[in-house]
């Protein structure tokens, strides 16, 4: 069973900083990764950040520098602190678990949180 739950969403001017997070429930199943994908306005999702079990982070070019991807075990939480929002950050932003059991892997989504970046 997987359950990914999100808070951390909300308006904030230009330059500011929002922190999401993503609380995991997961049994059953082994993590690949977990990630941010965003979807703005009458555009597709896209992958904003991942973290891999390992630790390793891939980051989208357009917030390399600017959002940072972390997890805390212990917490089964992962994070992405967003700094220096640009309006064209606004979207709703998903938490996603890659998981595993034996060689079948899945993708599970959470409910989504909304970001709004305001000039």
């Known amino acids: 069973q997987v ?3 999100e808070s951390g969403g909300g308006l904030v001017q230009a ?3 929002l922190r999401l997070s993503c609380a995991a429930s997961i049994s059953g199943f082994s993590i690949k990764a977990m990630a941010w994908y965003g979807q703005a306005p009458g555009k597709q999702r896209e992958l904003v950040a991942l ?3 390992g630790g390793t982070t891939t980051y989208a070019g357009s917030v390399r520098g600017r959002f940072t991807i972390s997890r805390d075990n212990a917490k089964n939480t992962v994070y992405l602190q967003m700094n220096s ?3 064209e950050d606004t979207a709703v932003y998903y938490c996603n678990a890659r998981v ?3 060689v079948v892997e899945y ?3 959470g409910q989504g949180t909304q970001v709004t ?3």
Request: charged share 10%; hydrophobic share 30%.
């Open 3 to 5: 359950q990914l739950v």
């Open 15 to 17: 330059g500011g900083s």
């Open 51 to 53: 973290i891999t079990s």
């Open 85 to 87: 929002l640009k309006p």
């Open 100 to 102: 595993t059991r034996t």
């Open 107 to 109: 993708n599970y989504w």
């Open 117 to 119: 970046v305001s000039s």
